[in-house]
């Protein structure tokens, strides 16, 4: 792929679960090469990094995704004030994911992936029915912490990332993140392919 995407994430854990998951969904992919994932301490630092990072940026042929939980907040709102963010930065074009609630809820939409993460099975009837809609969790942190007392963020979102199938994840939030991602990187090598066409043109001189 030309160029590279660049995910602005706003704690650790999603950084090390998008470093292990991405090249299972884009095989090839390269971190460092063709994205690169920046770890945030949470909101207020993802919010005041945003501006500089994308004002700041030289590399060319670099594309933005900010990746923030939404944490019950009002979700139109906060992708608005977002989006003015990326505006008055010069990247209107930047990518916008918020996670409902937060993270876990993505795990809770792939409860054989927890359960295969974790060598035990928490893909019961009572946990599918109770886990239908995960984004609807309030604390989808707690509710993993529930079923996976030893559960830990990093070393969670580790062994998340080598086991969750994003075709079957049950998170509506996960599969905007994931369908997103995917028309963001067929409109880069779209992209490519027609400057590649374009340069062809010009040197065969039709």
Request: with cysteine.
């Amino acid at each position: 792929m030309r160029g590279k995407v660049i995910f602005l994430c706003e704690e650790p854990s999603m950084k090390i679960f998008l470093d292990g998951l991405l090249p299972r969904i884009f095989p090839g992919w390269q971190a460092g090469q063709h994205f690169l994932c920046l770890k945030h301490e949470g909101k207020s630092d993802l919010d005041k990094s945003i501006a500089r990072k994308l004002l700041a940026w030289r590399e060319p042929d670099v594309h933005f995704v900010i990746i923030r939980d939404n944490d019950n907040a009002a979700c139109l709102a906060l992708k608005a004030r977002l989006r003015h963010m990326c505006a008055a930065a010069g990247r209107p074009e930047t990518l916008i994911r918020l996670v409902c609630q937060e993270l876990e809820g993505w795990y809770l939409g792939d409860l054989p992936a927890l359960s295969a993460a974790f060598g035990f099975d928490v893909n019961t009837p009572k946990n599918q029915r109770l886990f239908a809609q995960p984004d609807t969790r309030r604390k989808p942190s707690q509710d993993v912490k529930r079923l996976i007392p030893e559960f830990q963020k990093i070393s969670g979102a580790r062994l998340l990332a080598s086991c969750l199938e994003p075709s079957n994840n049950a998170s509506h939030s996960f599969q905007i993140f994931f369908a997103g991602i995917r028309r963001l990187v067929e409109r880069i090598e779209l992209s490519h392919t027609h400057l590649l066409d374009m340069q062809t043109i010009l040197k065969s001189g039709k």
